[in-house]
């Protein structure tokens, strides 16, 4: 069976929170083998990932490991989501809050957390656009590449969760539930031109135009994210809390 068209979002006031969710994963290797072939399991799984959005990527969302070879305890790049206390207060916050701002360092996930947050929210929801933003086109393109490959190990894992591709290139994809995900260089006039119901601004204190940007998508979107590094730039310091006064 696959899945073609589903219009039920990932609602604050209809889903399990994230700190709410069970920490730890239900589904084994065993349980995939077996919902393989039954139907009926099939539906009480896509309708239990559309409630909990921490379910769905714990048990369902394969990631990449790029430093798998010096990482304590991993055999190979790719392995289930993190069922980790960091993630999923990151991913409560995420969830919870419609603008979001992201300071960083290197390797805390913060882009990858997001747009495979955007991903899941595509394929349970249909009909919206999302958009990741970056400085260089080909950046932007890394980040949707890499939510192509979460959809296709997933696809993999369980093709009876997943809509079907309709458009599929290095700058977009699209699903049959309607819903498209594109990737575009920095630029204030793309959300402007396209109003995405989620933005994902990756990098921002690096994009020139990002302050022109965010005018435009305050009142079209739904929902803002921005990723950045946290002691760079002026513009990104203006999402940052104020230093206490001792």
């Known amino acids: 069976m696959t899945q073609t068209a589903t219009h039920t979002p990932w609602r604050v006031e209809d889903c399990v929170l994230p700190l709410d969710s069970s920490l730890d994963r239900a589904m084994t290797a065993e349980n995939f083998r077996a919902i393989a072939s039954n139907t009926e399991w099939q539906q009480i799984e896509i309708a239990h990932c559309r409630v ?19 990482t304590p305890g991993w055999t190979g790049p790719y392995r289930r989501w993190p069922a980790t206390e960091h993630s999923r207060s990151y991913l409560h916050v995420l969830f919870t809050e419609m603008f979001t701002a992201w300071p ?20 349970f929801t249909g009909g919206r656009l999302y958009m990741i ?3 260089q086109h080909v950046d932007s393109m890394a980040v949707l590449e890499r939510v192509r490959g979460i959809d296709q190990r997933l696809r993999t894992l369980a093709p009876w969760l997943v809509p079907a591709l309709t ?29 995405p119901a989620w933005w994902l601004a990756d990098e ?26 946290a002691d760079y730039g002026y513009f990104y310091q203006e999402f940052l809390p104020e230093k206490e006064v001792a």
């Open 52 to 70: 909990d959005p921490w379910y769905w990527r714990i048990n369902y969302v394969v990631t990449m490991n790029e430093h798998w070879v010096t």
């Open 104 to 123: 960083k360092s290197r390797q805390q996930m913060a882009t990858w957390l997001i747009a495979s947050q955007m991903y899941g929210d595509a394929i």
């Open 133 to 135: 933003q970056s400085k």
């Open 167 to 195: 458009k599929d290139d290095a700058r977009e994809m699209r699903w049959a539930n309607e819903s498209t995900m594109c990737a575009v260089p920095e630029g204030p006039n793309y959300v402007q031109s396209r109003t």
């Open 204 to 229: 921002i204190q690096l994009q020139v135009g990002a302050k022109e940007a965010l005018k435009h998508a305050i009142p079209a979107c739904e929902r803002i994210s921005l990723v950045g590094t």
